[in-house]
């Protein structure tokens, strides 16, 4: 079955930019999960929705990231005004929500991000 | 978070066993124990989880020591697949996001 997407795979953009990273959970899927993985680290939490509310964005760094599940599948982190040391993987996962404590996350293969 | 130490990286052979060693002295009583591997250029997968009792899938074993202070991800027969960076996590209950440390690069040899 179809398992979760990122796209773009690849992004390169100029310092001051803006992006747009886009995440397709396993449908059905109620938990959506976004994580950060600067190079040679493990990945970082950053903000957690359940369905369409964003419950948790205590990992978020700046005011410049934005995360936003409008319907409740489809997710967009976006960052306003790029900066070098927001070069990173970032990692979405999706989960059922059945049970926090036993939940399996399942992670798509994340879009990394060049800041020049 | 609790938190819980691995070593930086281990080395084995193809066909063995590997046991990754993970220490978590800090568990409180309702954390889980996860364990989850990257592979080279992909996102995270979970692998197995335990809360007192061993635990058995088709990929892993997991051992967890009767205080729970430490625990053992058990790869019976390691191809070289397996090559991947393993994390330890422990997650408590009402707990959502996965905490990641540096976790074990495993390294297999043909």
């Known amino acids: 079955g179809a398992g979760v997407s990122q796209s773009p795979r690849y992004k390169v953009a100029k310092r001051g930019q803006d992006v747009a990273l886009r995440c397709d959970p396993i449908s059905g899927h109620v938990s959506l999960f976004w994580y950060q993985q600067a190079l040679g680290q493990g990945p970082e939490f950053l903000t957690y929705?359940?369905?369409?509310?964003?419950?948790?964005k205590s990992g978020l760094p700046s005011d410049r990231f934005f995360a936003e599940r409008p319907e409740g599948s489809v997710s967009t982190l976006k960052i306003q005004r790029t900066q070098q040391e927001d070069s990173a993987v970032y990692l979405c996962?999706?989960?059922?929500?059945?049970?926090?404590?036993?939940?399996?996350?399942?992670f798509g293969p994340g879009t990394r991000l060049t800041v020049l | 978070d609790a938190k819980t130490t691995q070593p930086n990286s281990m080395e084995s052979n193809e066909e063995e066993p590997v046991h990754l060693p993970c220490n978590h002295s800090t568990i409180s009583g309702t954390d889980y124990i996860h364990w989850y591997r990257q592979l080279p250029s992909q996102g995270p997968e979970y692998v197995i989880h335990?809360?007192?009792s061993n635990v058995n899938n088709r990929m892993a074993s997991l051992a967890i020591a009767e205080d729970r202070k430490s625990s053992t991800l058990i790869l019976h027969r390691a191809t070289l697949r397996d090559a991947a960076v393993y994390y330890c996590i422990l997650n408590g209950q009402g707990a959502q996001k996965l905490v990641f440390g540096q976790g074990t690069r495993l390294t297999i040899n043909p």
């Open positions: 929705f359940q369905n369409e509310a964003q419950l948790d």
């Open positions: 335990g809360l007192t």
């Open positions: 996962a999706s989960s059922q929500d059945r049970a926090p404590s036993t939940d399996t996350q399942y």
